[in-house]
Structures are given as structure tokens and as C-alpha cells.
């Protein structure tokens, strides 16, 4: 079949942030725009002639529709297969999964993770390369140039095909094979962990709730969950995927999950508590009266992996996002394996698990994964908690005293101030950036500022450097404070302050985590001047 060629130009602004192109729905949505972006995408990574794609998003708004528009430019530019979950639906870590286990050139996601969902809400693309994982950015730099210059683009005239059918059709001359996109993940879980201590576990009376906020996830806690390992049915609430995700922010922390937090704090808290987000790589941990902070999740993670089978032969290393706490750094010292900082966004970890470097990697954001995949897994989280709950008989309760007693506790918080305008955003971090030389010695109620810079990072495996990763100011202390704007964001700027204090008097372990950071959040303000600079009196988002 012809390709049909569409002349077009270059539209303003498709640079891919964090975690690939989010915009706007309506965005998304003009003329030429999915398009120019996907033939931006082809041509910045050398074509896809004769090439396999893995195709699948998180069920929000436009993703169907977008998948149709997205085969028929694969068959145009001459693609030979794509592999689409059914009815469009695909987690990132399942996608990651199922780029690395058919040997696939890449894929397609579509997603703006925990942004919400809706025509006036969010929507996302981002391309992963062949190792599964989001393209690192020396690629992403080709795609956005080539969305500089495109004066063309590639599709077909061909009618929808059927997304909910699984099994193998034709758009144009390419293959297109769709799949159940939760079989391949469940199976893989299983090789991971311990599924039979699990299920004696919930035999034996184990309650959980595991909220999947209206979104992709649903279908494979229910599935793993409910199905393999026997948990009461009803375990996983919000369990359909929605266009709109309820109307909610499918964002797993105690703000946006406030239900499973109310629950988890009351008298009649089951056991476990857990959430996922939109495209399901993130998590939220919860014991019965217990928030698990990710920097935390992270650190017990590395210290208790070996109980599953898949880690039991020990970790080869661990990284994590520059502004997550040192918690895990410290499980590292002690088992002498190696320890990553990298700049935020799983991009950066692909080269470290590749390489062997790196088992396990976590972001505060509530991203938690490792090699199993190339992207953050929120349900394998969830499945690491519970082998790790399975194989010590403990409560989470249990478990965060015994880890802070033994490791110290890393108090944290993130404080977000979203919607700022961007030029206030940008004005506040170049005034700090004008400090750096001064700033050291300087006071701060009882604080002291030691250090202050800017985080860059030179990757161990291929050398390439990454600037302008966030801006740290460290204490005399032992904690600090770091500034960075959100690249995930669709409208003005979000920036987001990141707090930690290191305790290690056992008779200061409990205390609560905004009390603890009091002096650390006084500081961040007046060094930054945020309500001066902004005009906001405080965070919208305190997680
Ligand atoms: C945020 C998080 C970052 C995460 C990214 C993508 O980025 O801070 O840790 O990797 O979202 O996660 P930013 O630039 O807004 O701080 V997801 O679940 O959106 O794929
Ligand atoms: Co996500």
C-alpha cells in the first residue's frame, strides 16, 4: 500500500522533558501535532523500516485514537509489526517488559503518567529504546531537532482497526499482533518472587487494599493479586482503568490517595495499603498506621531484597535520583555494594542496570524498580513488600523501626509550589544560582550552609554529561535542601523544594516529618526567598 505523504511544519515546543512529550490533551489533539511528533520520533531514531514497535498506553483519553494514528504512520513508514495491548492498554513497565522479551526495536508509550486525564487534562508520549527503557538523551535531542525541521510526514488511508480483538491483523502491509498486555507481566513476577509464601500469607488471613486509582494498573493487580495469590476479592479498588481516571490525580502519595491514607490511619486498617499511578510505575507504600516514604521504600527494598528468589544471590549495586534521601546510600555502605546518584528520570539508570552496575534504583517520586525491566514498576514494589512482609513475619511498622533503628532515619519531605509562572520559577533559581560562593557559612536559625551547587552528572558507563540537574545547598548538619523545576508539568512551572534531615538519636526516630524538617523548610524559604520570589505563602503539594 501507498504511503500517503502530508506536508506539514515544524510546531513550536515538542521538546521532551522528563519522561517524553506532555502537553495538553487539546494540544495533542490539533492538526499535525501527534503526527509531526511520531515522524520526529521515526526519523530521530534512523527510521522504522522493516522494523517491530511495541504499542500501548494507559487508557486515558485520546489513547485510542492516538494508537490508530500511530499504526498507520508505523505501516506507512514501513514497519513491519506491532505489538499493541488489548484494547490499547499497556502499563510502561509491562511495555518495557514486552520490548525486552520479543527482542522488539523499541515502542510507543502513551502517557502523562500521574498527571490527570481528560479532554481539558494532560496527555503524553515518549519513545523506549530496544533495552526497554526510555530513550536516553542523546536520542531524545535527534527527536526534538527533527521536530525542528519537519516539513513531512508519512501515514496511511486505511480504516480503524479493531483494538479489543486480540489476536494478529494488517494495517496496510504491516503486521499488527494484539495481546492480552497482562499475561507476559504476571508471568515474570512469578519467576521474581516468592508467589507461594505470598499466598500462604493471605491464606492465613493477610488483608490489603490496593487502590488503582482508575487506573492501568487495575487489570494487573487484580489479575496477580486477587487472582494468583488468592487475596480476598475486593482487595483492589478503583480497579477499571478511565478515560479521566475517576476525575482524580492518578497520583500515588498521601495527597491524591488520601482515601487508602484515611483508611490506613483509622481502626480498621487492613494489614497493607498500596496505590499505583496512571501507566503504573509508580507506588505508594502504607502499613497499618504507617506511611512509607519512597526514599524509605527504597532503603528497606535494598536491605531485605535477597528474601526473593530473583535478588537472593545479592544486589550488584543501587543508584538512585539525585534528590531522593541517602537512606538507601546507607544499606549500601553496609553491604559494600555500589551506590549511584543520578539526575531524576528512569533514563538515567538505563546505562547502570545494562551494564550490571545497578540492581535496584528508586526516585522519591514513588518510582521503584529494577533489572527485571528498564522502567519504574509500581506492582513490583508492592510484591517486594509483601515477600519481604511474607518471609519476616513482620508488620511495616515493625519493619520501618527495625530499619531506622539500625540505618538512622532520613527525615523527608518534598514541598511543591505548581503553577508558577515560569519567568518567577526561572528568576528564583538563577538568584540562586548567583550565590553559590557566598552562601557557605551563612546561618540559618540553628543551620549552617556548607555547600552549595549545582548538580551535574558524568555517566560511569558512557561518559555523557548531564547539567543543570538541580541545585543543593547541604548543612552542616548532614541535611539540605534541593531546588528543581519539574520537566513534567503542562502548565507554567512547579518547583519543587526537597527537604532532609538525617537523625540518628534512637530517642528522635518517630517523630513527625514536617516537625523534624521545621528548621530545614524555614531555611529553603528565606534562602530561595519563595514566598518573595512567588508571592505563595506555601506548597500546594506537601508529600
Ligand atoms: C517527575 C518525578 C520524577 C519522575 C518523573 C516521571 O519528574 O519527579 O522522579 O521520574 O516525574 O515519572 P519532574 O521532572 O516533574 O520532577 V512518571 O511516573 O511521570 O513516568
Ligand atoms: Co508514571
Known amino acids: 500500500m501507498e504511503p500517503i505523504l502530508v506536508d506539514t511544519q515544524p510546531i513550536d515546543g515538542q521538546k521532551p522533558g522528563t519522561s517524553g512529550l506532555r502537553k495538553k490533551t487539546k494540544v495533542f489533539m490539533q492538526p499535525h501535532y501527534l503526527e509531526n511528533y511520531v515522524q520526529s520520533i521515526f526519523d530521530g531514531i534512523g ?21 490508530q494514528t500511530i499504526l498507520r504512520m508505523a505501516a506507512a513508514n514501513g514497519a513491519s509489526k506491532c505489538i499493541v495491548g488489548q484494547g490499547g492498554i499497556c502499563s510502561t513497565p509491562a511495555a518495557s517488559n ?8 523499541g515502542g510507543l508509550i502513551l502517557s502523562a503518567s500521574h498527571n490527570p486525564g481528560g479532554p481539558d487534562e494532560d496527555f503524553g508520549l515518549k ?13 531524545t535531542d535527534k527527536i526534538f531537532d527533527r521536530t525542528k525541521e519537519i516539513v513531512q510526514y508519512k501515514t496511511l488511508d486505511t480504516a480503524d482497526i479493531d483494538l479489543g480483538a486480540i489476536g494478529t491483523t494488517k494495517v496496510g502491509d504491516m503486521t499488527v499482533e494484539i495481546i492480552d498486555p497482562v499475561a507476559d507481566y504476571a508471568e515474570l513476577m512469578e519467576k521474581l518472587f516468592d508467589f507461594d509464601a505470598i499466598a500462604k500469607l493471605f491464606a492465613g488471613g493477610f488483608t490489603m487494599r490496593f487502590d488503582a486509582m482508575h487506573a492501568v494498573t487495575g487489570p494487573y493487580a487484580k489479575a496477580i493479586l486477587e487472582g494468583r495469590l488468592g487475596a480476598a476479592e475486593g482487595t483492589v479498588v478503583n480497579a477499571t482503568p478511565l478515560p479521566d481516571f475517576g476525575g482524580g490525580h492518578p497520583d500515588p502519595n498521601p495527597i491524591w490517595a488520601k482515601g487508602l491514607m484515611d483508611l490506613m490511619m ?45 535478588y537472593a544471590d545479592g544486589l550488584a549495586g543501587v543508584a538512585r535520583s539525585m534528590p531522593t534521601s541517602g537512606a538507601v546510600d546507607r544499606v549500601a555502605e553496609k553491604k559494600g555494594i555500589e551506590c549511584f546518584e543520578t539526575p531524576t528520570g528512569w533514563k538515567f539508570f538505563g546505562n547502570l542496570l545494562d551494564a550490571g552496575r545497578a540492581t535496584l534504583c528508586g526516585e522519591e517520586s514513588a ?3 529494577s533489572n527485571h525491566v528498564r522502567e519504574k514498576d509500581g506492582l513490583w514494589a508492592v510484591l517486594l513488600w509483601l515477600n519481604i512482609l511474607a518471609a519476616t513475619g513482620k508488620s511495616v511498622k515493625e519493619i520501618m523501626a527495625d530499619h531506622w533503628a539500625e540505618y538512622g532515619r532520613n527525615y523527608y519531605s518534598r514541598h511543591d509550589y505548581e503553577d508558577v509562572e515560569a519567568e518567577k520559577a526561572n528568576a528564583l533559581m538563577d538568584g540562586l544560582r548567583a550565590r553559590f560562593e557566598e552562601l557557605p557559612g551563612q546561618t540559618y536559625g540553628p543551620l549552617t550552609i556548607a555547600t552549595a551547587d549545582e548538580f551535574a552528572y558524568d555517566d560511569p558507563v558512557d561518559g555523557s554529561r548531564a547539567t543543570k540537574q538541580g541545585i543543593r545547598i547541604g548543612f552542616t548538619s548532614g541535611g539540605r535542601v534541593v531546588f528543581r523545576l519539574s520537566g513534567t508539568g503542562t502548565v507554567g512551572a512547579t518547583i519543587r523544594v526537597y527537604l532532609e534531615e538525617y537523625e540518628t538519636d534512637q530517642s528522635k526516630l518517630h517523630r513527625d516529618a514536617q516537625e523534624a524538617l521545621a528548621p530545614i523548610i524555614a531555611a529553603a524559604d528565606e534562602i530561595a526567598g519563595i514566598v518573595k520570589n512567588t508571592g505563595r505563602e506555601a506548597p500546594n503539594v506537601i508529600t
Open 98 to 105: 514486552l520490548i525486552r522479551k520479543n527482542g522488539t526495536d
Open 47 to 67: 527510521g522504522v523500516q522493516g522494523k517491530t514497535l511495541v504499542v500501548g498506553g494507559d487508557g486515558r483519553y485520546f489513547n485510542d485514537s492516538a494508537i
Open 266 to 310: 483509622g481502626d480498621d486498617a487492613p494489614d497493607f495499603g498500596a496505590a499505583s499511578d496512571g501507566d503504573g510505575d509508580r507506588n505508594m507504600i502504607v502499613g497499618k498506621g504507617q506511611y512509607v516514604t519512597p526514599s524509605d521504600s527504597l532503603a528497606v527494598l535494598a536491605a531485605q531484597a535477597t528474601v526473593a528468589p530473583a
Open 127 to 139: 519513545y523506549n529504546g530496544p533495552n526497554g527503557g526510555p530513550a536516553a538523551e542523546h536520542v
Open 367 to 369: 518510582g521503584t524498580g
